[in-house]
């Protein structure tokens, strides 16, 4: 999952929960226990969020490795998202937009986003911000962290997520190891009609409804699906006259002044995702 899932009225929630769930267990509470425990046994960690996936990684000196997959699994298994954190990483989100304010790269992903079809997935704006996140009021907060837990329930569940270790133990402990602590979190299903959130109401709907319908947003990636569906994220004025036809309007131009002092040219091919054909990678050979 990722930033195709965030609730539009809650922008950059996705990103925002990568960042949460840092921020303690209820098995390992201290909010630095992870990295902590990491830096103390030359380890290190990072962790992602584009509009598809979420990722987070570590790696650790290998005699100390079982601890610290049992901290980070319980990232996915109880978070904490307390109230106090969720306040103060909000500014850690916010801080993390103004520096891509600067960057031309994101500078030039903001134009793409505002060219493409606004009620498509791809114009989320997928980094978040003290506006679009607000905490600054109790009321506020309780509906951030409400919509936390509601999005972790939702969609950090096993028949989403995907567990890659590699150490010198062998295959059987590492197996064990993963086994034990991702098979605690529950399926999606299991959860039908099982929440603990207060009821919310933005728009007309609780926090939880938003959540569910902005997953509707994104069409489900089927591995058995010879022909996935493909929406293209262009706003139809883009994409008329598709075929190569005189008042066709591909190719599309656009310039950008950049920050730093620079001559680039970028070339983009709006193409379906390649995510069926991982062993392929056809969209890295182009």
Not at 11 to 33: Q, T
Request: net charge negative; aromatic share 8%; hydrophobic share 35%.
């Amino acid at each position: 999952v990722g930033a195709s899932a965030d609730p539009r009225e809650m922008s950059g929630l996705a990103h925002f929960c990568e960042h949460m769930c840092f921020l303690g267990s209820e098995k390992y509470p201290g909010e630095n226990e992870y990295k902590r425990y990491l830096a103390s046994h030359g380890g290190r960690s990072n962790a992602s969020t584009s509009m598809h996936v979420t990722n987070y990684k570590f790696e650790i000196i290998a005699d100390h490795a079982e601890k610290a997959v049992d901290i980070f699994s319980n990232f996915f298994v109880a978070p904490l998202f307390t109230s106090s954190g969720t306040e103060r990483e909000v500014q850690a989100v916010n801080s993390e937009n103004s520096k891509n304010l600067t960057a031309d790269g994101r500078r030039r992903l903001q134009i793409l986003k505002d060219i493409a079809d606004p009620l498509h997935y791809y114009s989320k704006f997928s980094t978040g911000n003290k506006e679009t996140l607000p905490t600054d009021d109790p009321e506020k907060l309780k509906t951030i962290r409400e919509a936390l837990l509601c999005f972790h329930k939702r969609h950090y569940r096993p028949e989403k997520m995907t567990v890659v270790i590699a150490g010198p133990q062998s295959i059987e402990t590492l197996e064990q190891w993963v086994g034990e602590r991702y098979s605690t979190i529950v399926p999606n299903a299991s959860l039908d009609g099982n929440t603990d959130t207060e009821a919310t109401v933005i728009n007309g709907f609780q926090v939880e409804e938003l959540v569910a319908k902005a997953a509707e947003d994104v069409p489900p990636y089927a591995f058995d699906d010879p022909a996935p569906p493909y929406n293209p994220a262009f706003k139809a004025s883009l994409l008329q006259n598709e075929e190569n036809v005189e008042g066709s309007p591909w190719p599309v131009l656009l310039t950008t002044q950049p920050l730093r002092s620079m001559r680039k040219l970028n070339m983009m091919f709006p193409i379906p995702s390649d995510r069926k054909t991982p062993d392929q990678s056809p969209s890295t050979m182009l």
